[in-house]
């Protein structure tokens, strides 16, 4: 049986049993087909503080965003994305709706990237959608601002325990590459050339921890 729908443009729409359908005039008032009258779905409302937004998502998250780029949100409701590891935890958070039927990023809509482009947080933090956190990336800067793996036991990005030879080994990927940077007797001194090497091969978009 088929299912007709009032749309927003004043008009009946014939729904059939897959979800999908196109719009008829005049209404139909056949007795064995049943009318819905479509209900606007309400809004989240964004609370805005001072300089700065919270904009409600599901599961209970809040992204934030510049005062300014709230007109870039209205009209709709955010939703969270989980970005999950492999043993289920929650690797990253980050604000998503639908535009014109499109999936997307609320970060990508306020910088308004290129799709050959992303957007990095630079504290890593994927609902601060705030202009002063995002920048700009190639696929390669926003791998360098990546946080240490879940499974580094070391507690420093790039250092890990070489047990043949019962040192601290630093590394670090450049371009793609994994460059050795050497064997160190305590885990400072290969935090350190971590550290270096980061500056000096990532530069900005570096990341130590």
């Not at 897959?18 to 049943?34: C, I, K, L, M, Y």
């Not at 904009?55 to 989980?82: C, F, M, Q």
């Not at 240490?148 to 019962?166: E, L, T, Y």
Request: aromatic fraction near 8%; proline fraction near 3%; glycine fraction near 10%.
């Amino acid at each position: 049986m088929a299912c007709f729908v009032w749309t927003m443009s004043g008009r009946w729409a014939k729904i059939d049993r897959h979800g999908e359908g196109f719009e008829t005039s005049p209404a139909p008032n056949q007795s064995d087909r049943v009318r819905i009258i479509m209900a606007t779905p309400q809004i989240r409302p964004i609370r805005v503080n001072g300089n700065f937004a919270h904009v409600p998502l599901t599961k209970g998250y809040t992204a934030i965003v510049d005062a300014d780029d709230v007109h870039l949100l209205l009209g709709r409701n955010w939703s969270a994305l989980e970005v999950r590891r492999r043993d289920g935890s929650v690797r990253s958070v980050y604000a998503v709706g639908t535009i014109n039927g499109r999936f997307t990023y609320m970060h990508r809509l306020i910088l308004a990237v290129p799709d050959n482009l992303k957007v990095d947080h630079r504290d890593g933090i994927g609902l601060d959608n705030r202009r002063a956190n995002l920048r700009t990336a190639t696929e390669l800067q926003n791998a360098h601002n990546a946080r240490r793996r879940v499974d580094n036991k070391s507690g420093s990005k790039g250092v890990i325990w070489h047990g043949g030879a019962k040192k601290w080994m630093a590394s670090i990927r450049v371009n793609g590459h994994q460059k050795y940077l050497g064997t160190f007797s305590n885990i400072t001194d290969a935090t350190a050339a971590y550290a270096k090497a980061s500056a000096e091969l990532h530069g900005e978009y570096g990341r130590t921890g």
